[in-house]
């Protein structure tokens, strides 16, 4: 399912952040591994029906560095990429998700493909406080095995998100899925202040040196 960018601005993953592709074959090994084990960290299962991932500045900047490494192109291709891939990245009021839809229960499946294309098909809850998703990009297919979808966070979850004691949650129809605290934690700095250094730069500047 591609992410159609609305507006032409991009808000997202900064085109500096993007090391170029010697640079990148030179750190994947280290940079994969690492974001994989952060992908770990931010994914919950849904039954058997599907995984919901969480994606970061990171994650989003993994999968960037991943479709130029593989398709290559200039600075053109990397500002069709930046926008493609802007909806995904979090926000200091927005959460963003990857739902991965694999179960073998075909109407199981195909009735959470239809619950993600709807605005509030699913929610967030920390405490008394509920972000509804809404899906991200273009016009969603239910069929389709990869949902993008939003969370639209107030200031009173944002607060609530960050307790320790936080009782975190994602509802899904008939799945309710409670989240750790290494989870919490991760959401609780996709709405904060970025760090102005990425982990990718950090490996590429180390190995400069």
Aim: charged share 25%; aromatic share 4%.
């Amino acid at each position: 399912m591609p992410l159609d960018a609305i507006t032409t601005t991009v808000h997202g993953i900064a085109a500096h952040d993007v090391i170029s592709a010697e640079a990148y074959l030179r750190v994947r090994p280290a940079y994969r591994a690492e974001v994989l084990r952060l992908k770990r960290r931010r994914r919950i299962r849904l039954g058997e029906t599907a995984v919901l991932c969480f994606e970061s500045y990171e994650t989003v900047l993994y999968h960037v560095q991943e479709v130029l490494r593989v398709e290559g192109g200039g600075a053109a291709r990397l500002r069709r990429e930046l926008a493609e891939y802007d909806p995904l990245v979090p926000r200091r009021r927005r959460l963003a998700a990857t739902l991965l839809i694999d179960g073998d229960d075909a109407p199981s499946c195909r009735a959470l493909g239809c619950r993600a294309c709807e605005p509030g098909g699913l929610v967030l809850a920390v405490d008394g406080h509920r972000a509804a998703s809404s899906p991200l990009g273009g016009r969603p297919d239910p069929e389709d095995p990869v949902q993008y979808l939003g969370f639209e966070v107030t200031a009173g979850l944002a607060a609530a998100l960050n307790e320790p004691t936080a009782f975190v949650r994602v509802v899904a129809g008939e799945h309710v899925v409670r989240l750790g605290s290494e989870l919490r934690i991760e959401l609780t700095s996709d709405l904060a202040p970025r760090a102005r250094v990425t982990r990718l730069s950090a490996l590429a500047l180390g190995l400069e040196r």
